[in-house]
């Protein structure tokens, strides 16, 4: 058997198993790791159960399992097994079971002391993929509470290696391995920013095809682009063999495309970033490198994961170059400059910085902890993501406001999914249809199902009726989640609900409703605008459940969705519906409505029948109050402000507007209030001393000395201040006073006009009464304009009527 470079440090890391249950082996792709460490281990003393070897892909996992197998002379399912969500093979003989990492987590979380179990190794680990950070985690935590004996090893590829040894422990050995030292050329192609991705690659990989010798292997960020890439090369080169390769792909095709072709032709795979890690894909000696990467990444104020392209990471470019120098001499063609290479990230962020945590979060609180901080990690949980994430938790009823797990989230983390698409399968397991809940829940979390659309309910049908073995073997899995389901739950009825209630019982927050005549504007229950191609068949729903969503916040385009009628979702979904009684002030008075709503979302609204009186009183005191001048009589406040009256003052009245406005507002809806009224309430409040006191410091008239009375101005500039004709001081020699203070008298001609103001009535007489007295005796001749009017009787009648009355 070919040696690898494994094999020269094996005994080191035998040793340090014996001595410790934990180490960190660093060791380079093509090293041999994944396939040559769990079949070292198996014959330790110490390892009497299981090896669980955690791969961050299907694909991978597969692959892996049958190649061990193989090297044993054995099939898989035998001493090597694997467990995938779409395929598996074991049996009560398997040592080594390979699994996704997704899969451990729910291995450990239903078994914490992974009885049985000897050691879990982490391979790849510097992916920092989720559910590897997730499950390392919960495997410390295991070791170090429950399993002392348990071995935790981990993979990496790259210099984490020490920040993992950090995090197993201070004595925890690195062991580093040598790859091996093929030579490996780079050819720096450079880019073109008006050339289609597909267009380029399909140039690179045509001449790698004429100029190189061997299988070339060929990396784009994403299926659609592997698909018009693989259309170009057919047409251009007809006698090439060209092979996808990524997570749509049927086994029977992976396994083609991962393995040397039995016929001798000559093979082109073109791949995602599937084959960066883990996969040794026979006979490549040339890579074509897209130079992107596209990455799940999850919106917070949107609320959905949505598909990012970027630059790949100077790490990922060196994990793919480095699958053409695997088993010989190759070379690397880069669609990018040599200059900007060192521009590119070091490597990709973690997963933990950039996916929806509400996984992570349900997990963490079937273990049993509430605070992330609690355990160990190379990158904690971001505080904002988690928050998000408990949100959600708590809109499907899975924590309660303590962020504890309740019942029902205790049933949604026993089922093999995300929070929501367990509570899409679990709400159609307690009606009858289970299944059709589960492959709605799969159709969501399995690209390429039912083909392509915004139409889940038509994606759905056509899945259906597919009789290919990808749909049939999705149908099976769906079909073990449907079980799984029905033997958590207690069947409620029958006649189970439509897809998009099914759907919506699992994201409520993503219940819609059309906001134009074009549907392309759209509002959730969560809060969140979305965005439709107006031409979509969906586009003239009145409701929509979405699926899926694409872009940022402010405009995310609905990429998958069911529609929704108004009456399924009262009938099946009635508690998600609450009743709101709103009030609104127009400007005048209150309105009393009452609405139907679905989070942000109004169902319906329309004029209260019975408002709440008291809510009502409450409106009212709050508008008077924002303005409280507009509504009460501002003479008296004035009066009150002038003689100093706290009782009276804004403060005071606001404070104490329960005992003189609430009273007068009982069955009103507006501020229409006669001042009268409002006068003789805000009087009430004050006592017999203190509304004395106002009367003495600030009266409300001044009687003049012919008898009349004028109402005195508190709330000018210039108070106090009256308006009086001046025949009625006749014969007032001293100035009036308000207190100690001079009263302004503001006085008028017989007609109403003003002719000066003073506050020396005494100076006025004896100075400027002479101009007044010469210019209005010409301009009013019937009336009195003494010489000497304070000498003079007051009287306001004409010079005639005055001497008749004295006659």
């Not at 095709?253 to 599937?274: N, S």
């Not at 290919?468 to 389901?485: D, H, Q």
């Not at 002030?585 to 029948?609: C, H, K």
Request: proline share 7%; net charge neutral.
């Amino acid at each position: 058997m070919t040696r690898l470079p494994i094999d020269s440090v094996l005994p080191d890391l035998l040793a340090a198993l014996r001595r410790t249950s934990g180490a960190v082996l660093i060791a380079p792709p093509g090293a041999g790791k994944t396939t040559a460490v769990a079949p070292a281990l198996i014959n330790e003393e110490w390892c009497t159960g299981t090896i669980i070897l955690t791969s961050p892909r299907r694909v991978a996992a597969r692959a892996a399992a049958e190649r061990m197998a193989e090297m044993l002379g054995e099939k898989p399912g035998e001493t090597v097994g694997y467990l995938t969500r779409l395929d598996s093979k074991r049996s009560a003989k398997t040592r080594i079971l390979v699994v996704t990492e997704a899969i451990f987590v729910n291995t450990i979380l239903a078994d914490p002391e992974l009885e049985g179990v000897s050691a879990v190794l982490f391979d790849e680990a510097h992916e920092r993929h989720l559910d590897s950070d997730l499950g390392l985690a919960l495997a410390l935590e295991s070791r170090s509470v429950l399993r002392e004996d348990l071995r935790v090893l981990v993979m990496s590829a790259t210099i984490d290696g020490a920040r993992f040894a950090s995090l197993l422990g201070g004595d925890t050995p690195v062991i580093e391995s040598e790859g091996r030292a093929h030579p490996l050329r780079i050819e720096w192609l450079g880019s073109s920013p008006q050339e289609r991705i597909e267009d380029a690659m399909t140039s690179a990989i045509a001449t790698a095809w004429k100029q190189e010798e061997g299988d070339i292997l060929a990396f784009l960020p994403g299926v659609g682009e592997i698909e018009r890439t693989r259309e170009r090369l057919e047409a251009r080169l007809p006698s090439a063999l060209v092979l996808p390769l990524h997570g749509q792909v049927e086994p029977a095709g992976q396994r083609a495309a991962i393995r040397r072709d039995p016929e001798g032709r000559r093979r082109i795979v073109l791949a995602t970033a599937i084959a960066e890690t883990s996969l040794t894909l026979d006979g490549v000696s040339v890579v074509v490198d897209s130079g992107l990467s596209r990455h799940a990444e999850f919106d917070r104020a949107a609320g959905t994961t949505h598909l990012v392209t970027r630059r790949a990471s100077q790490a990922a470019a060196a994990q793919r170059a480095g699958r053409a120098a695997r088993q010989g001499p190759g070379v690397a063609y880069r669609l990018w400059e040599e200059a900007g290479h060192a521009g590119r990230p070091a490597y990709d962020p973690p997963e933990m910085l950039t996916a929806d945590l509400a996984p992570l979060v349900l997990g963490l609180a079937r273990w049993g902890t509430t605070d992330p901080a609690s355990l160990q990690w190379l990158d904690p949980p971001p505080p904002p993501s988690v928050s998000a994430a408990r949100t959600t938790l708590q809109a499907l009823g899975a924590l309660d406001g303590e962020g504890r797990i309740t019942p029902r989230g205790e049933q949604l983390a026993q089922l093999p999914l995300d929070p929501q698409g367990a509570a899409t399968v679990l709400f159609g397991a307690e009606r009858g249809v289970a299944e059709t809940a589960a492959r709605l829940a799969l159709l969501l979390q399995e690209r390429g199902l039912g083909g392509r659309g915004e139409d889940l309910e038509q994606r759905l049908s056509r899945w259906n009726a597919d009789r290919g073995a990808k749909a049939e073997a999705s149908r099976k899995l769906a079909a073990r989640w449907a079980r799984s389901a029905e033997s958590l739950v207690v069947r409620v009825g029958e006649g189970g609900p439509p897809p998009a209630i099914l759907l919506a019982a699992g994201r409520p927050e993503f219940i819609a409703k059309r906001r134009d005549a074009s549907g392309e504007s759209w509002v959730a229950a969560g809060g969140r605008g979305f965005v439709l191609d107006p031409a979509s068949p969906l586009a003239r729903a009145p409701y929509l459940v979405i699926g899926d969503a694409q872009g940022q916040a402010k405009g995310a385009r609905i990429t998958a969705a069911i529609a929704l009628d108004e009456a399924d979702l009262l009938e099946w979904l009635p508690d998600r519906i609450e009743r709101h009684q709103r009030l609104r002030w127009t400007g005048a008075r209150v309105e009393a409505l009452v609405e139907r709503r679905l989070g942000a979302i109004t169902l319906a609204s329309g004029s209260d029948p019975s408002p709440d009186p008291q809510a009502i009183v409450d409106m009212l005191v709050e508008k008077a109050l924002e303005n409280p001048a507009k509504l009460l009589p501002t003479e008296l406040l004035a009066r009150a402000s002038y003689a100093r009256v706290e009782e009276l003052s804004p403060v005071r009245l606001a404070e104490n507007a329960d005992s003189w406005l609430v009273p007068l507002l009982a069955g009103r809806r507006d501020l229409d209030l006669p001042k009268g009224r409002l006068a003789d309430a805000l009087l009430a409040m004050l006592d017999w001393d203190t509304r004395q006191r106002l009367d003495r410091l600030a009266p409300r008239e001044f009687t003049s000395p012919a008898g009349t009375t004028h109402p005195i101005d508190y709330a000018g500039d210039d108070a106090p201040s009256v308006e009086v004709r001046v025949q009625a001081l006749f014969g007032l020699e001293s100035h009036p006073l308000v207190g100690d203070t001079p009263l302004l008298l503001k006085l008028t001609s017989p007609a109403g006009r003003p002719i000066q103001s003073t506050r020396d009535l005494a100076g006025f007489w004896r100075g400027s009464w002479a101009d007044v007295r010469k210019e209005m005796k010409g301009r009013y001749p019937k009336h009195r304009w003494p010489e000497e009017p304070w000498a003079e009787k007051p009287s306001l009648k004409t010079k005639n009527a005055f001497s008749r009355s004295e006659g």
